[in-house]
């Protein structure tokens, strides 16, 4: 049906209409896993909702204290909130935590020690924490550099956690079992909540004492149950991600035992002091409050990659995870074989952008990042992944990475922007 929005798309936009047919296609394609979608946002927001509640949230919990922030009741809030939400007995968020990779690291040179070793069971790590462990740089302050050792067990050809090599990896220096839950630069879907459920129950059968952590960006408010409610002892994100809601403007958390918090908190500030100091720098309420709508925030996103996925599907490409898969991350990836069209989709987001919309992205080489990179993201917030956004390496198979959207019609008007800049330059005829 030609609408208003329709119209508007097409004359004020100028947006084929061959394009806006697929897309409405597209939408009736996958309305009923939208339905679906919506009822696990309605449960976590109410979820959230109660544990406002529950800690009794007030106006003074927006105040902010000055030098050492010691006493200061929004962060303690704040970090009630998140333990509450996440069934766990302690939790560190932190504006001083810079992004994602700043948590993780905080995580694992917390608790790891000289002659640990930690085995990721995912497949690689994410780019950017391979200078951490040690895999490729120089070694300043990485974990081999400490004398921690590494292991890694590729998932299977099916995408699934390999138990047979899991198994023979563990040995008596095994500290720490890591699961990446988000695909990464990788070409695999998410890892499931009951896959991480199955893990964490097998890896605590061979050795109760094994610290079971999780890598949750891009993850939280995906299912009605996180990491830490099915046997993860310790997870780590970033507020620039989901929780935030597009509201905070820096920090990450971690979530988790209250022994292992203890140990990660010394590492974040010193031995002794832990999570009693560190201002907040007003931003108790942004956090909070992209906090409470980050579940229909999320929800936005999910639909818009669902959707991303079914029509570029319906073009004739290979995407992962498929639209009728179970998704456990925001994250869709297109393969689109070459530069040009991994460019085209990326300057088609960044056309998208309510902000910098008129910025041409190009890859550049990223610090933390083996190969060239291309991101595009016209973002409120600097970064911010929850917002509208798309990258990828500049590496065979010249994979996509599309992700985010402060609301469904946002991410949706990315998916159109995206195929018209496909359009334009010639790498699809629509």
Known sequence: MKNNTYTLLRDKFGIAESILDLINESEKQVSSHFEELDDTMAYNQYKVLEAFQNNNIRDMHFSWNTGYGYDDPGRDAVERVYADIFHTEAALVRPIIVNGTHALTLTLMGILRPGDEMIYCTGGPYDTLEEVIGLRGEGKGSLKEYGISYKQVELTPEGSIDYDALKEAIGPATRMVCLQRATGYGWRKAISIEEIKECTTFVKNINPDIVCMADNCYGEFLHIQEPTDVGIDVMAGSLIKNPGGGLALTGGYIAGRQ???????????????????????????????????????????????????????????EVCPKPEDLRSDIIQAVKLGSPEAVIAFCQGIQAAAPVDSQVMPLPWDMPGYEDPVIMAAGAFVQGSSIELSADGPIREPYIVYFQGGLTYEHSKFGVIKAMQALNEKGILDI
């Open 259 to 317: 022994d292992l918090i203890d140990k990660v908190s010394y590492r974040m500030t010193s031995p002794g002091i832990g999570g009693e100091c560190g201002l907040t720098f007003g931003q108790t309420r942004s956090i909070l409050q992209g906090l409470f709508i980050a579940p229909k925030t999320v929800n936005g996103a999910l639909k818009g990659a669902v959707l991303c996925g079914k029509a570029f599907e319906l073009l004739g490409y």
